[in-house]
């Protein structure tokens, strides 16, 4: 095993960045696809063109196929964001080094308030509304989809970083 932790340690910050949000990001759209499958029963890829809506407002519902593209594109750029801080918060706030559990409570939490009481009222100009058990899914899927990841791959990277 001495060999894996100095993998560990010789990690690059922005190779650690790249793949762990590469990781939580497929996680979290993979997880979107399946939702939208189970509750709606339709293609679940129009998740993507939703999120290009965000940008290209109608035209990403109606127009072509490459909406699905910018969609990906701007979700694994949110994804990647919230990665990026988590990284440069992980080391400096003693709480969340904690309980990894409590860390991807806390953390999902955190992503859930700002994409839905900040980011989505600013860029589709509708208001937050709670909607009971969508609500709590969503939140969820946020937890164990990037917050578990997250908390659990930094504990292991600043823990072999420090030995």
């Known amino acids: 095993m001495p060999e894996e932790n100095n993998l560990n340690q010789n990690i690059k910050p922005i190779k650690l960045i790249l ?18 499958y ?16 965000g940008i290209f407002r109608n035209t990403a519902l109606t127009g072509s196929g490459i909406m699905y593209f910018w969609g990906l594109l701007f979700h694994f750029i949110i ?3 919230f990665t990026f801080l988590f990284y440069f918060i992980y080391p400096k706030i003693n709480l969340i080094r904690l309980n990894p559990f409590l860390t991807a409570l806390l953390y999902g939490l955190f992503i859930w308030a700002i994409m839905n009481m900040v980011i989505v009222p600013l ?15 969503a939140a969820l899927i ?13 504990r292991k990277h600043f823990s072999t970083a420090k030995s």
């Open 38 to 53: 189970i509750a709606r029963g339709g293609n679940p890829f129009i998740v993507l063109r939703f999120i290009a809506s």
């Open 142 to 154: 946020l937890i164990v989809m990037i917050g578990l990841p997250l908390s659990f791959i930094m």
């Open 79 to 81: 994804a990647y964001s």
């Open 19 to 36: 793949l762990t949000g590469l990781l939580v990001g497929s996680l979290d759209i993979i997880s979107a696809f399946v939702d939208y």
């Open 123 to 137: 860029v589709f100009s509708q208001p937050w509304h709670y909607n009971g058990i969508k609500t709590i899914k």
